[in-house]
């Protein structure tokens, strides 16, 4: 089966993508409602034979699933009680329930297949990159004095951004993975501020109790033998 191809594109706009590939560096902000679609972790009709993978590339994953892991709560904490003002921090359990927000599912554990850990992973971290994508861009706009928590949101997307290449590696090199299909949640663009400071808490609190599952799961599959 011929798998389409991916050229430059200057418009990353849905409309503008073949049918079911979505690049994840589009990252669909511009979509009102959770939307499905096919990433192209390479360029190509297949992975490269060389040249993709760092010879780090399993212990930089590592460190930086840990480290994603360890600053989790540290975001959510500032997000919420430094920057959104009242009633979310008085109210915050009740504001940043998780519950209604969307999520990809995160079905394996430690027992699971190395490769469809691999694959959750992707999935996880690719839907994760969209919304920081969403949350950094409002608080740009709602506090852009706020320079710790936008530092921190930057930092945080950066190390998520280098985690998805190397996920990409792992994927190409050891399973000639090329292609998943990844959701994409609801962007927060032209809801009233309230609604977007509500959907920021929600995913990041969301995020803090998926990647603590994520380490559990993948930690293990990538320590040295």
């Given at each position: ?10 418009d990353?706009?849905?409309?503008s993508?073949?049918t ?5 560096v ?12 096919r ?5 190509g ?35 919420v ?5 009242e ?5 915050t ?12 599912a995160?079905?394996?554990?430690r ?10 992973m992707?999935?996880l ?5 969209a919304?920081?994508?969403n ?13 710790e ?33 990844v ?11 309230f ?6 808490c929600?995913v ?13 799961v993948?930690?293990?599959?990538l320590?040295?033998?």
């Open positions: 089966m011929d798998h389409p191809r991916l050229g430059p594109r200057r990353l706009s849905l409309a993508l073949p079911g590939v979505v690049p994840f589009a990252l669909l902000l511009l979509q009102r409602r959770p939307v499905a679609g990433a192209l972790l390479v360029s009709p297949g992975c490269p034979g060389h040249g993709l993978c760092r010879s780090n590339v399993q212990e930089q994953t590592r460190r930086q699933v840990a480290l994603l892991n360890a600053t989790a709560q540290d975001l959510f904490s500032l997000y009680s430094a920057c959104q003002g009633p979310f921090s008085s109210e359990d009740k504001l940043c329930n998780p519950g209604s927000v969307f999520f990809p995160f079905r394996v554990n027992t699971s297949e190395r490769k469809e850990v691999m694959v959750a992707y999935k971290f690719a839907f994760l990159n919304s920081l994508g949350i950094t861009r409002d608080q740009e706009e709602l506090n852009p004095t706020a320079k928590l936008l530092d921190r949101l930057h930092n945080t997307t950066k190390t998520t951004r280098g985690l998805i290449s190397n996920l990409t590696c792992l994927l190409c090199k050891n399973y000639n993975v090329f292609q998943v299909d959701s994409y949640g609801e962007s927060s663009k032209g809801k009233s501020t609604k977007k400071k509500q959907q920021g929600q990041l609190r969301k995020y803090v109790q998926v990647i603590a599952q994520a380490a559990r993948l930690l293990p599959h320590s040295p033998p």
